[in-house]
């Protein structure tokens, strides 16, 4: 797999801590949101998504936020793990013909042990 | 993985040669996808196909083309490679909402 040295955002988290991952989007006619997590060598893997008449999602230790007011997004990640050591990214759908995504910079998730 | 398989993982190419990228896939799905990842950037949208012959430009489309003969191969040329080309470039296939991606492909351009 492949990754990019990218030059992100960083937040670094004591294992076993709460950790919130933060986005801004860009259209308020966006429909359907997603997190996406890279680790290092690899494509982009699904973590949850959010459909835009819903302002909260939960999974597994991740929980999704969503304010379309303000056009913001968040992800958190409870009891962090060394595993969730990655990169995450929010994408945005358009409701079009080709449902394309539009992904945001991304922000490096570090957890210490 | 959804069942992409990109090829080649790795390739170095000449400023001016012609490079095509494969993105294979085993599941029948109808929409597919090429990005490009650079620094500072995250995933841009290159082309996307909805169907055999039917494809269409994304964000950054200039200097690439794309052709889908048929439903498992989604391939993407560059037709004079350029060093602004230099990147990791990965396929996706949309799966009802979400999308899932390959392994990527970094191109680097001399």
């Known amino acids: 797999g492949e990754s990019v040295g990218l030059h992100l955002p960083t937040l670094s988290v004591q294992e076993g801590d709460n950790s919130i991952i933060n986005c801004a989007y860009s259209?308020?006619?966006?429909?359907?949101f997603i997190w996406y997590k890279q680790e290092s060598g690899k494509g982009p893997q699904f973590i949850i998504d959010?459909?835009?008449?819903?302002d909260k999602r939960q999974g597994q230790r991740v929980t999704v936020l969503l304010n379309k007011t303000v056009k913001h997004l968040s992800l958190q990640i409870a009891a962090t793990q060394p595993g969730d050591s990655a990169v995450y990214f929010c994408?945005?759908?358009?409701?079009?013909?080709?449902?394309?995504?539009?992904f945001g910079g991304g922000t490096r998730l570090m957890v210490k042990p | 993985d959804a069942g992409i398989t990109q090829s080649p993982r790795h390739k170095v190419t000449e400023t001016g040669t012609p490079v095509t990228l494969r993105c294979h896939q085993t599941?029948?799905?109808?929409?597919m996808y090429w990005y490009r990842q650079d620094p500072g950037h995250g995933l841009r949208l290159i082309h996307y196909?909805?169907?055999?012959?039917?494809?269409d430009k994304g964000e950054v489309s200039d200097g690439y083309s794309v052709s889908r003969s048929k439903t498992e191969d989604f391939l993407l040329t560059l037709e004079s490679a350029t060093s602004s080309q230099t990147s990791v470039y990965f396929c996706?296939?949309?799966?009802?909402?979400?999308?899932?991606f390959g392994q990527g492909t970094r191109l680097t351009v001399v």
């Open positions: 996706a296939i949309r799966q009802g909402p979400e999308a899932f």
């Open positions: 259209n308020s006619a966006s429909d359907y």
């Open positions: 959010i459909r835009s008449n819903m």
């Open positions: 994408a945005e759908r358009l409701n079009n013909a080709g449902n394309m995504l539009t």
């Open positions: 599941e029948n799905h109808r929409y």
């Open positions: 196909s909805y169907g055999v012959k039917d494809t």
